[in-house]
């Protein structure tokens, strides 16, 4: 189990209920008939069980493992590997131009005028052109000694061959040595040897592919306009480059363009304006610039501005990027930048006399400033081979030195503008503070209205940030969800089973439930328009009931209740559901726990093959020992929760609670009716 792993919970949608493992995301979980199995029982086990996954059979196995999945975003994690290596060309110096087309068939083709991927023989491949074992060995390419890059964000022996792997066909071309040589290949392998077709003054590589529709499945296909908006993020990022963009016009369905070419030399600074537009800004000009480190690989270029009026649905956002690969989950050059503004910001506060400037922290700074920062460093390190957070601590330390003096150049360049901006962030900071203190008071005014110490065990912390208050059903599993909580972040509030139904209940009965009115307390917010985020006493509301039947029916009316009263804060994703197990499994000092029948046959088709372990079903949360509670469903390193949200077609939610839990019967038995297939399913009839 991930640490905290929040899966998305759609409001009416049991498969979330149970999420599957996060990797391997294509892995089947279908049980495998297996001659060798007699009675449930495997009746050997020798040298030919053994399976020996060769070349790039891992990468058709479990595509999961090398791009993610097999849905739409990982389909374009195919074209960002195979552009990652055309733009690596043009930041070592060697191309200038990128060429990408889409066309009528759905194939896409990418190439460059860089130096040609080398076709002469392997000399540890015999009988093998470099092409060849580049396309079909992982692991294999020119930039692990750092020789022929000095950064890169592609990796030949990685990228492209796992593009290889999962296309239903490739081809290479290669301009090279003074002739143009070519190379077919089907699912990771070549349909023949490398050709050589004649001399040619061009250089350059050409990669053209189809994803394969058997591991993506038939229907799916590249988006242009998600094509479009790759290629041009591309360019902004070296402005060295050239990127041209074709796509045959009877893939476009939208306004992308047909055509286009992205040249824009002032890189990231290009970037900034192109999103703030007419957006008003704090200072006149944002805060932009370059950085190379001398006598070694190290560049950084950054663009920052900052804005009262917010960036469409967001305050502020940052976009970071190593090497040229986007790293959406961010990571230590995004540490780097905001150290560099933050101790570059208190430091003009203490030359000017502000003595407001010790309240600052970097979260006053980035706030409400739209922030670009790219850093070409040599062999990158990232969490997991999509390479969506960077980890390199040479990256914060680069971003940090390269950011530090021009940023005190330019705040004491221009005073005007740099006592606006310490005025402005000086505010967020005492905002932030202010909700602080109103919270720290609204949980201390919560708790003494309720006077229910034996009831709402409520967290020692002040700050909402961190903290979670626990529904939990029934006092038995109350009194082990306390002991087994983290009295700092976690507070805990049983209700005495099932809640009033909302959906059906008068406005009479449902003012003077006293079980709804003690939530709505602790929760420190009111229902309907007078709701405010702002107003919550704990960062995650989590419902924690029992996995069975009636557990799920709490679960569903207290989420009707959340739905009815503060659909805001399921649309902030404030709301969970905890996802206890409902068996225990133990074989000598071996226990794991499923969270149902399914989960339990898994387990024992995998854990415990072969085995005959104890099996015990639990009939509640109470019946759990308090470590065996916090083991497997409230610490946040070991468990699962299930977010839940709301479709954007929130009429169809509307309709679906109404008929469901509304005060019509014959709705409810018509639903019956219409989904009783499925219901025959789940019992296997």
Request: aromatic share 8%; hydrophobic share 40%; charged share 30%.
């Given at each position: 189990m991930s640490k905290s792993a929040a899966q998305p919970f759609d409001l009416f949608n049991d498969d979330a209920l149970n999420p599957v493992p996060a990797a391997p995301l294509a892995e089947s979980h279908e049980p495998r008939p297996d001659p060798a199995v007699v009675g449930g029982k495997p009746s050997s086990y020798s040298a030919k069980d053994i399976e020996v996954l060769e070349g790039l059979e891992p990468v058709r196995k479990r595509p999961g493992m090398y791009i993610g999945g097999t849905d739409e975003r990982a389909l374009h994690h195919l074209f960002a590997e195979v552009l990652d290596n055309a733009m690596d060309e043009a930041v070592a110096g060697h191309a200038k131009v990128i060429e990408v087309s889409l066309d009528a068939e759905g194939q896409l083709t990418v190439k460059d005028d860089g130096r040609g991927i080398p076709v002469d023989p392997h000399p540890k491949h015999p009988g093998k052109s470099a092409l060849e074992v580049i396309m079909t060995v992982l692991h294999s390419g020119g930039k692990f000694s750092g020789k022929a890059y000095e950064t890169s964000g592609g990796l030949h022996g990685v990228g492209v061959s796992v593009v290889n792997a999962l296309s239903e066909r490739v081809e290479v071309t290669a301009w090279k040595d003074g002739f143009e040589w070519r190379q077919a290949f089907t699912r990771g392998k070549p349909i023949g040897p490398?050709?050589?077709?004649?001399?040619?003054?061009?250089?350059?590589?050409?990669?053209?592919?189809?994803?394969?529709?058997?591991?993506?499945?038939?229907?799916?296909?590249?988006?242009?306009?998600?094509?479009?908006?790759?290629?041009?993020?591309?360019?902004?990022?070296?402005?060295?480059?050239e990127i041209r963009w074709k796509c045959d016009p009877s893939r476009i369905?939208?306004?992308?363009?047909?055509?286009?070419?992205?040249?824009?030399?002032?890189?990231?600074?290009?970037?900034?304006?192109?999103?703030?537009?007419?957006?008003?800004?704090?200072?006149?000009?944002?805060?932009?610039?370059?950085?190379?480190?001398?006598?070694?690989?190290?560049?950084?270029?950054?663009?920052?501005?900052?804005?009262?009026?917010?960036?469409?649905?967001?305050?502020?956002?940052m976009q970071s990027y190593c090497n040229t690969v986007p790293t959406p989950e961010g990571g230590t050059h995004e540490a780097g930048l905001r150290a560099a503004l933050t101790r570059g910001l208190k430091q003009y506060a203490e030359l000017t006399g502000e003595k407001r400037g010790g309240l600052l922290t970097a979260e006053d700074v980035v706030a409400q400033a739209g922030a670009l920062v790219s850093v070409f460093i040599r062999d990158p390190e990232f969490q997991g081979q999509t390479k969506e957070k960077l980890s390199s601590s040479e990256a914060q330390r680069l971003v940090e030195k390269a950011i530090a003096d021009p940023f005190?150049?330019?705040?004491?360049?221009?005073?005007?503008?740099?006592?606006?901006?310490?005025?402005?962030?000086?505010?967020?900071?005492?905002?932030?503070?202010?909700?602080?203190?109103?919270?720290?008071?609204?949980r201390a005014s919560a708790t003494r209205k309720l006077r229910l110490p034996g009831k709402l065990a409520d967290c020692s912390g002040q700050a909402t940030d961190g903290t979670e208050l626990f529904l939990v059903e029934g006092d038995s599993a109350g009194g082990s969800a306390k002991q087994a909580r983290?009295?700092?972040?976690?507070?805990?509030?049983?209700?005495?089973?099932?809640?009033?139904?909302?959906?059906?209940?008068?406005?009479?009965?449902?003012?003077?439930?006293?079980?709804?009115?003690?939530?709505?307390?602790?929760?420190?917010?009111?229902?309907?328009?007078?709701?405010?985020?702002?107003?919550?006493?704990?960062?995650?509301?989590?419902?924690?009931?029992?996995?069975?039947?009636?557990?799920?029916?709490?679960?569903?009316?207290?989420?009707?209740?959340?739905?009815?009263?503060?659909?805001?804060m399921i649309r902030a994703g404030r709301l969970y559901l905890a996802l206890p197990p409902l068996y225990r499994i133990s074989h000598g000092a071996k226990s794991l726990y499923a969270r149902d029948d399914a989960h339990r046959?898994?387990?024992?088709?995998?854990?415990?093959?072969?085995?005959?372990?104890?099996?015990?079903?639990?009939?509640?949360?109470?019946?759990?020992?308090?470590?065996?509670?916090?083991?497997?469903?409230?610490?946040?390193?070991?468990?699962?929760?299930?977010?839940?949200?709301?479709?954007?077609?929130?009429?169809?939610?509307?309709?679906?609670?109404?008929?469901?839990?509304?005060?019509?019967?014959?709705?409810?038995?018509?639903?019956?009716?219409?989904?009783?297939e499925f219901a025959a399913a789940d019992l296997d009839v």
């Open positions: 490398i050709e050589k077709l004649g001399p040619t003054r061009k250089k350059g590589t050409q990669i053209a592919f189809t994803p394969d529709p058997v591991i993506f499945g038939e229907g799916v296909a590249f988006k242009p306009a998600r094509l479009y908006r790759m290629a041009r993020s591309k360019a902004y990022l070296f402005g060295g480059v369905h939208d306004q992308t363009p047909a055509e286009a070419v992205f040249r824009f030399p002032n890189g990231l600074a290009d970037f900034l304006a192109e999103r703030v537009k007419t957006i008003e800004t704090v200072t006149p000009e944002p805060f932009a610039g370059r950085y190379e480190r001398q006598g070694e690989a190290g560049k950084v270029e950054w663009a920052v501005t900052w804005t009262p009026a917010g960036f469409g649905e967001a305050d502020g956002f005190d150049h330019w705040l004491t360049a221009q005073p005007k503008s740099a006592s606006a901006l310490l005025q402005f962030v000086i505010e967020r900071a005492e905002e932030r503070l202010k909700r602080r203190r109103d919270k720290e008071v609204a983290d009295r700092r972040t976690q507070a805990i509030l049983p209700l005495r089973g099932k809640i009033l139904n909302v959906a059906s209940a008068s406005l009479d009965k449902l003012g003077g439930n006293k079980e709804l009115a003690d939530l709505m307390l602790a929760l420190g917010a009111q229902g309907g328009s007078k709701f405010k985020e702002e107003d919550l006493r704990y960062e995650r509301i989590i419902i924690m009931t029992d996995a069975d039947v009636d557990g799920a029916h709490i679960a569903s009316l207290l989420i009707t209740f959340f739905y009815r009263t503060m659909p805001d046959d898994e387990l024992l088709a995998t854990e415990f093959k072969g085995k005959k372990p104890d099996i015990s079903r639990f009939k509640g949360l109470g019946e759990m020992m308090p470590a065996q509670l916090k083991e497997t469903t409230m610490d946040p390193s070991k468990r699962i929760l299930a977010k839940v949200t709301l479709p954007r077609a929130e009429e169809s939610v509307e309709s679906l609670v109404e008929a469901l839990m509304g005060r019509k019967p014959e709705l409810r038995f018509r639903f019956i009716q219409e989904n009783a």
